[in-house]
Nanobody, 124 residues
Framework: QVQLVESGGGLVQAGGSLRLSCGAS????????VGWYRQPPGKQRELVAK?????????AESVQGRFTITRDNARNTNTVYLQMNSLKSEDTAVYYC????????????????WGQGTQVTVSS
């Protein structure tokens, strides 16, 4: 079973950038179906960006053109990033990564796995 570790959150001024990372607990895991969600203060969790196991990506309208799911190279990687540019105060939230499909040395598995969340605060 995959465990996810997030990092990269912090305090940034409006207009700045941050890169969040979502890493698998073992280097032999490949994260293939990855979503990034966020939960602003007092609000419900919402989908920000999604890369399906087939490789297609979708973004919420509010972050389109500013946020990008990236990887270091090929798709068979155990770390996925969310590059966030031109940050706005309304981007302030706890960000979570979610994996619904991954592969390991023993096969590929579907599931619903969450990282612990990382706080992003954008000051105006």
């Amino acid at each position: 079973q995959v465990q996810l570790v997030e990092s990269g959150g912090g305090l940034v001024q409006a207009g700045g950038s941050l890169r969040l990372s979502c890493g698998a607990s073992r280097s032999t895991f490949s994260l293939l179906g990855v979503g990034w969600y966020r939960q602003p203060p007092g609000k419900q969790r919402e989908l920000v960006a999604k890369e399906t196991s087939g490789g297609s990506t979708n973004y919420a309208e509010s972050v389109q053109g500013r946020f990008t799911i990236t990887r270091d190279n090929a798709r068979n990687t155990n770390t996925v990033y969310l590059q966030m540019n031109s940050l706005k105060s309304e981007d302030t939230a706890v960000y979570y990564c979610n994996v619904d499909y991954y592969c390991s040395g023993t096969g590929c598995y579907a599931g619903d796995y969450w990282g612990q969340g990382t706080q992003v605060t954008v000051s105006s």
